[in-house]
């Protein structure tokens, strides 16, 4: 199950053309996960790399919450990121 804030989830559609609805899918796959240290958010948050529809390569920013994923964005992962999947699923 995941969680989202709903006007966040409609900028990230205008900024990324992507639907946070996809997010469950992309979770519920092979993942590899790091948590995103790069500032202070006052919660812990994740970027998970994982597959849509079984080829596109997303990440998804998440931050757990009461035990259940709340999506913070999604998008198609650069190509940096793709590598770094690519090297580390198992």
């Known amino acids: 199950m ?3 804030d709903e006007a966040k989830r ?3 559609i205008a900024k990324h053309g992507v639907d946070f609805t996809i997010a469950q899918e992309v979770l519920s796959g092979v993942t590899v996960t790091r948590e995103d240290t790069r500032a202070s958010y006052g919660e812990p948050r994740y970027q998970t790399l994982g597959l849509y529809k079984g080829v596109v390569v997303m990440l998804v920013v998440h931050t757990p ?10 998008r198609k992962a650069d ?3 793709q590598k770094y999947y690519w090297q580390n699923i198992r």
């Open 2 to 4: 995941i969680t989202w």
């Open 10 to 12: 409609l900028q990230n």
């Open 65 to 74: 919450r009461q035990n259940i994923d709340h999506i913070i964005s999604i």
């Open 79 to 81: 190509k940096h990121e």
